[in-house]
Structure formats: C-alpha cells, structure tokens
C-alpha cells in the first residue's frame, strides 16, 4: 500500500475508536453476556461450518476494529483473534474482552498482510465483513493472506457493502440512485475531508481520509487467484447501515423503499480453500 495514504488512514482510524466505542454502546455489549453482534455473519457461515457450530472452531477475523464481531463469535463458542492495523482499535478491543471477560478472543495489532507470520498459524475459519475492502490498495496480497491463514479444507466468509451500492451519488434529497462515484477501480484512491465518522457527528482533528473502489469482478478474480474455490456468492437487498439517504428501516436491516428502483445493497462471499 501506499505508506501516506495508510498513514492518513491510521491517524483517522486511531482518533475516531473512543467515538465508536460510545457509538456503538460497546462497553454495554461487553457487560451483556447474551448480547451477540454479527447475526448476519454467523447465518452466513453456519452451514458451512461442521455441524453447523462454531464451538471449538479457531477463528481469524481480519480487520476487526473494535472488536465486536470478534467479541461475539467468541460467545458462540469459537477461540479466535482478531487483527487490525490500529494501535487505538486493538487496544480498545482487549480492554472489552477483559470486560467481557471472553478469554477465548485475542487481539493482535498487524497489517493482513503480515498476519500469516505474526500469528504463525492456520484456521478454521477465516472472516472479514462490513466497510473493509475500500481501506486497502492490493486485493491481490489480501486475497494470498487469506489463503495462507485458512488450513485445507477451511472456510473464508466476505460479507461487504457491494461496489454498486458504494457507486452511488450520496448527496441527494430525492430517492433517485444515480451513479456518482467510480464503479472501476481509478488508479489512485479517493480523497475524503468528511470532518466526522459514520457513527458521530464529532469533528476529527485527522479527518482526511483515502479509499480505493473495486468493482465486483476485481474481488472475486482476486479471491479465485488466491486458490480459493468459491463454494457460495449472494447478494442482498438489506444493509446493517443507512449508507444512502433513501434507506428506511426494515425488518432486516436498511432497506430501499418499495417504490424505488432495485439495487444490491450487499453482498457475500463463502470460499474455502481445497
């Protein structure tokens, strides 16, 4: 990657972690042993898990920020760590284990890219969902990651905002979808100056930030190329976000409205490695 814009990011992602802990009423969850987050991720990975359980499985969840998601796969019975590239992240993540106190969720902080050496060894099951990919230039060294950290036979979930949804012009007062930003990848990555987080409306000293697109056909190549054999591909018509303003609240998640037109809001991948 690109070292200024992962450094921007960084200083972003470190600064923005205390917001998202209060955000996300982390500290709540930690004190809740039946509260469980990732309902979609574990409903995708469950059949194909042996016999449909994550207890005993060993676990990896990539780009885990916080924790939460982690926290939760280790209620439901799996040993797993998590990894994030923010110093602020992993170390909000371990204090809300202890919190919690689920000895079976570790946090290391590390780029993917590193992770196969730094944790030295293989897994399960293998995760990473909501927000991720637009955070990394190469899906290509991704991809191998992945594909180191799975032992054969096991299994690697991608559940993610899908490149059409993320295409759309987002500043808009109507319910129209109108296509306004890059589909394809653009060579160099997008600059945002946002000011605040998804999550707060708190003004961030490092508020710039850089991503980068990938369209639907890059992250599946890239996943094929690894040696990954994609066993499952879906895509789904609600969101765990409001990432549009046309979005209303449903059943399952954020939703278009019935009158608008159709587009996939996410979608998922199930791989395993042979």
């Not at 796969?73 to 110093?87: H, K, M, Q």
């Not at 961030?204 to 040696?227: F, K, M, Q, R």
């Not at 499952?232 to 608008?260: C, I, T, Y």
């Amino acid at each position: 990657m690109s070292s200024e814009f992962v450094a921007a990011n960084m200083r972003n992602w470190n600064e923005r972690v205390s917001d998202h802990v209060v955000a996300y009423g982390a500290e709540a969850f930690a004190d809740d042993p039946t509260a469980l987050w990732a309902a979609k991720e574990a409903e995708l990975l469950t059949p194909f898990v042996p016999e449909g359980s994550f207890d005993g499985l060993e676990m990896a969840h990539l780009q885990c920020h916080i924790g939460l998601d982690t926290i939760s796969f280790a209620r439901r019975g799996a040993t797993i760590v998590g990894t994030d590239l923010s110093e602020e992240a992993i170390a909000a993540a371990t204090a809300l284990a202890e919190r919690a106190g689920t000895a079976t969720a570790s946090f290391v902080r590390c780029a993917n890219e590193d992770a196969p050496k730094v944790l030295g060894r293989q897994f399960d099951v293998v995760f990473t969902s909501v927000g991720v990919l637009a955070w990394l230039e190469d899906l290509g060294s991704w991809a191998r990651t992945i594909q180191q950290l799975l032992r054969p036979g096991g299994v690697f979930l991608l559940y993610e905002g899908h490149p059409m949804m993320s295409a759309m012009e987002y500043q808009r007062d109507d319910n129209l979808l109108v296509v306004g930003e890059p589909y394809f990848a653009t060579g160099r990555p997008m600059r945002f100056d946002d000011g605040t987080t998804y999550a707060s409306q708190t003004i961030l000293d490092n508020n710039v930030t850089y991503e980068w697109p990938h369209h639907l056909g890059e992250i599946l190549t890239a996943i094929l190329e690894s040696g990954l054999r994609i066993e499952a591909f879906a895509e789904h018509r609600s969101m765990p976000w409001k990432a549009l303003p046309s979005l209303v609240q449903g059943d399952n998640g954020w939703v278009l409205p019935e009158a608008s037109a159709e587009i996939p809001l996410m979608f998922s991948v199930i791989a395993r490695r042979p």
